[in-house]
């Protein structure tokens, strides 16, 4: 590991020493304060009183999930989060990288943003959500679908948006956690927070590291795995860092800067279906930087219009080491041995400026991202150089029309070229229009209904134009984009207890990129643009909190989706379940926590070379089930203000369930941890 964090947790001790003041206020003891999850959502119940949470679970375009709910999951990456956002899903794929698919839609067609930075890695169009840290984050908010133009290019299943946590008044606050679990899993986080005035501090540091994930007891693989339950190559280690200065104007503006850095290594579990063929990969190293800033500002003396600007720089490290076979070992590390390096530099902009009207507001928005990306397919090889510049231009309108309608119009316009294409042919420059309308009405306070219409383009990666994944895939220079053209109908209801969205949804994706096993006995892929895919789907959220310790949850949605063949839309499609299901218990009293949660996935198609067919095989339905009993404890002795131990079972009943064919994801695995929070507020 490269990054120094020991030293960086003795730096956080050291500020956590310091406290703000000697006491907290009778008014505010330290017990009756929490932060909050960003300036929008900010939590009023108390730390040791669980009552319910402030999830936006219902929303018709979008789900917020808190700090409440966000503690309960034990997360250990951002890939976590997929359970608690609705018709969304964790995938593992072959290269060892997990990703959301949001509505059966590919892992590209969702852009995941941390405080205003993109974190998918432009050469892939995606990012390994196993290795984004998550220590920091006080809310998420997940977007299905298109809920705005101004969302930008590529987005065309949603966005996901970590909001790293804020203090809502002055005070200091110091976490310390840790987890154990199986496979000598390993896991130390310390945060840190400090608000005086005008000024936030933040700062996480966390370290984490696991020999591999058990599976299954009944696995029968039929290679690639042995006896033990441990996945074979499945370890990983990595340390993260997170900084985040804030400032908040007396004008009412408010800017941050932001540095998010981590450093890992991780192995690629072989699928178990392929012998010989399987990949034997290693990420010997994977590191990332990220330095983001963002400005909020109102202008015009009647604070008519607001501008909000973000800008960051992105440097992408990593390095894969290929193997023979199973054990490892060869070949020896030489020059001209299959290792490739990938080097990435991105730079990123984006800027809003919007006027606020009587009945609405019209907001316009340009973006713009390069990306330099470097290769070498062999250890002390020759490098190629690519690069892909995307910009984007939009407008949209926000107007409240009276009689309790309201609608969102926008439109504008993409833009993609490839600057550089290593030893491929040049690539003419790519544009694609974006639009999108909603209508919303409001039918008293319990009930809203809503429909949509959106047309958004995703431009394909570079990775999918030009690489060949180690001899995995043939490359296609010649792919075009993807269009989307998608339709929402839907209906929210609230009413006391209850929480209930209702939402049917049909895309038409012409042009979508998908993997095809080439049946040429060499067990290869190509991407190739189909003509057209279609997703049906209908999702259902709901919440009902029957008493102020109990809140069931949960949401389950049904998709078909088939590819246009000889005029009839009844081809399969590679990974699409027929359902995603997810339902929690929660009971929350005098200190304790326990939740439930079940999750189920039905039948999908799964790509498999081997097939001598179609190149896929079907998957059957498959579900686990979790635990989690939690016990919190408010004051201490000396600055502690609170303390609580967990335990957590994954997977209670050891089912098999698998990403991909070949490639099993963990069985029951449990896990421990503790927190400790140090609380210091001014006093009066």
Same mark, same amino acid.
């Given at each position: 590991? &490269? ?43 108390? =730390? ?10 219902? $929303?018709?375009?979008?789900? +917020?999930? $808190? ?5 309960? #999951? /034990?997360? #250990? ?24 698919? =949001?509505?059966?839609?590919?892992? !590209? ?24 840290? =998550? $220590? ?74 696991? /020999? ?43 800017? %941050? ?24 990969? !290693? ?89 330099? %990306? ?33 609608? &969102? ?40 209904? %809503? ?36 339709? /929402?109908?839907?209906?929210?209801? &609230? ?61 389950? +949605? ?17 990974? &699409?379940?027929?359902?995603? +299901? ?23 198609? +799964?790509? /498999?070379?081997? $097939? ?73």
């Amino acid at each position: 590991m &490269r990054l120094p964090i020991p030293a960086v947790l003795a730096v956080l001790l050291c500020a956590a020493a310091a406290p703000a003041a000697d006491e907290a206020p009778e008014a505010f003891p330290s017990e009756l304060r929490i932060i909050g999850a960003d300036t929008l959502w900010v939590i009023t119940e108390p =730390v040791v009183v669980y009552g319910s949470t402030t999830s936006g679970t219902t $929303d018709p375009a979008a789900s +917020s999930v $808190d700090a409440i709910v966000l503690g309960a #999951q /034990d997360l #250990q990456s951002a890939a976590d989060l997929a359970p608690v956002l609705p018709a969304t899903r964790a995938v593992v794929n072959s290269r060892g990288e997990s990703g959301f698919m =949001v509505r059966g839609a590919s892992e !590209r067609h969702l852009r995941l943003w941390l405080d205003g930075i993109p974190l998918n890695v432009p050469w892939d169009e995606r990012v390994d959500a196993g290795l984004v840290p =998550v $220590d920091a984050i006080g809310s998420v908010r997940g977007v299905r679908g298109v809920g705005s133009v101004l969302e930008g290019p590529n987005a065309l299943a949603g966005t996901i948006e970590l909001r790293p946590q804020t203090m809502s008044s002055d005070g200091a606050r110091t976490r310390l956690g840790v987890q154990l679990g199986e496979s000598v899993l390993r896991e130390g986080r310390l945060l840190h927070q400090r608000r005086q005035g005008a000024w936030e501090v933040l700062a996480a540091g966390s370290w984490r590291a696991q /020999d591999g994930y058990v599976v299954p007891a009944g696995l029968d693989a039929p290679s690639n795995q042995g006896p033990s339950r441990q996945r074979l190559n499945s370890d990983l280690e990595q340390a993260a860092l997170l900084l985040r200065l804030q400032r908040r104007g007396a004008a009412g503006a408010v800017w %941050h800067v932001t540095f998010l850095g981590s450093d890992g290594e991780k192995g690629v579990p072989p699928e178990t279906h392929l012998g010989t063929d399987a990949r034997f990969w !290693r990420y010997p190293s994977v590191r990332r930087g990220l330095l983001g800033a963002g400005l909020r500002t109102p202008l015009g003396g009647d604070h008519a219009w607001e501008l909000v600007v973000d800008a960051a720089a992105d440097l992408f490290h990593q390095e894969i080491r290929s193997y023979d076979d199973a054990s490892y070992t060869t070949p020896a590390l030489a020059p001209g041995v299959d290792h490739e390096t990938d080097d990435d530099r991105t730079g990123f902009a984006r800027a809003r400026a919007t006027r606020y009207l009587d009945r609405g507001s019209l907001a316009v928005q340009t973006s713009a991202r390069y990306a330099r %990306h470097r290769e070498s397919l062999a250890y002390a090889g020759p490098e190629l150089t690519y690069a892909q510049f995307i910009g984007a231009a939009a407008v949209e309108a926000d107007l409240d029309i009276g009689r309790s309608w309201r609608t &969102r119009a926008g439109g504008g316009w993409d833009l993609a070229s490839t600057p550089e294409s290593g030893d491929k042919p040049a690539r003419d420059a790519t544009g694609a229009a974006a639009a999108f309308a909603r209508l919303e009405r409001r039918l008293g306070e319990p009930l809203t209904l %809503h429909a949509s219409y959106a047309r958004r383009s995703r431009f394909p990666a570079l990775r999918e134009l030009y690489s060949g994944a180690l001899g995995r895939f043939v490359p296609n220079p010649d792919l075009a984009p993807e269009v989307q053209d998608l339709w /929402d109908l839907g209906a929210v209801a &609230r009413r006391g207890a209850w929480e209930l969205g209702l939402t049917g949804f049909a895309s038409y994706l012409d042009g979508a990129i998908e993997r095809v096993g080439l049946g040429d006995g060499t067990n290869r892929f190509q991407r190739v643009n189909l003509d057209v895919v279609r997703t049906l789907g209908v999702e259902v959220v709901a919440v009902w909190r029957p008493a102020p310790s109990w809140e069931v949850g949960g949401h389950h +949605s049904v998709i078909e989706t088939r590819r246009l063949q000889d005029g009839r839309y009844d081809g399969a499609v590679e990974d &699409r379940p027929s359902y995603v +299901s997810f339902l929690s218990v929660a009971w929350r009293g005098d200190g304790w926590q326990a939740t439930a949660e079940g999750m189920a996935l039905g039948p999908r198609m +799964s790509a /498999d070379v081997t $097939d001598a067919g179609d190149g896929l095989k079907r998957l059957p339905a498959q579900g686990t089930v979790n635990l989690r009993l939690a016990r919190s404890l408010a004051g201490g002795p000396g600055p502690l203000s609170r303390g609580a131990v967990h335990l957590r079972v994954d997977n209670v009943f050891d089912a098999l369930v698998e990403s991909q064919v070949g490639l099993p994801l963990a069985g029951r695995t449990v896990i421990c941890g503790f927190e400790t929070w140090f609380d210091s507020w001014p006093a009066d």
